[in-house]
């Protein structure tokens, strides 16, 4: 309770401020859209580094698929876990009155949502079935009740972390498209007075 009322009371002070120094409250939305975006940048690129490359070199080069499927296992947790900051990050910096700050708040809470379903929900299931299964999922047969499982689990987990990098990339637009409304928006102070 105490939080809540002093969170309030902080963004009260913050409008208050933004309302007193308009010039400044341009200045500081834009510096937290350019925060937020490089963050969000960030998140997304490593992201892609992971899906793109590390995944399928690990499937590549390692002896057995159970190897690689351990090692993807261990880096994936870090993403979702990091993107779930990134959002959290990104919708506490958009304040409601920040350049296109609905577009933000949206991105940011699907990044959030699509990192936090795939850690908390989906990976704690596709633990337990590899613990069940054993070493090597390609052990089983193809229609075996716990690969089939395996196999809906992992394309989940996948559907999610591509729904949090497209909702990450709105996040983006909108922020470098706020940062150039911030940009327009700044007041140009006058030009002093040329003597006749």
Known sequence: MGTSI???RAVQRRDQRDAADP???VGRNQMRALMVLLLT???AGAAMIVITTVAPAAFRVLPTRAIAGTLIGQVLPVVFITGMIAGVLGFVLTTRAAPRAMLRRIGTIGTLLGCGVAQVVIGPRIAALREQI???VEALAAADPMR???GRLH???VLWLGIALLC???TVVACMMAVRDAASATPCPPSPAVPS
């Open 23 to 25: 010039v400044g409250a």
């Open 41 to 43: 940048a960030l998140w």
């Open 148 to 150: 089939v499982a395996f």
């Open 6 to 8: 002093a969170a309030a």
């Open 168 to 170: 990450a990339l709105v």
């Open 155 to 157: 394309a989940f987990s």
């Open 134 to 136: 054993g070493p090597s």
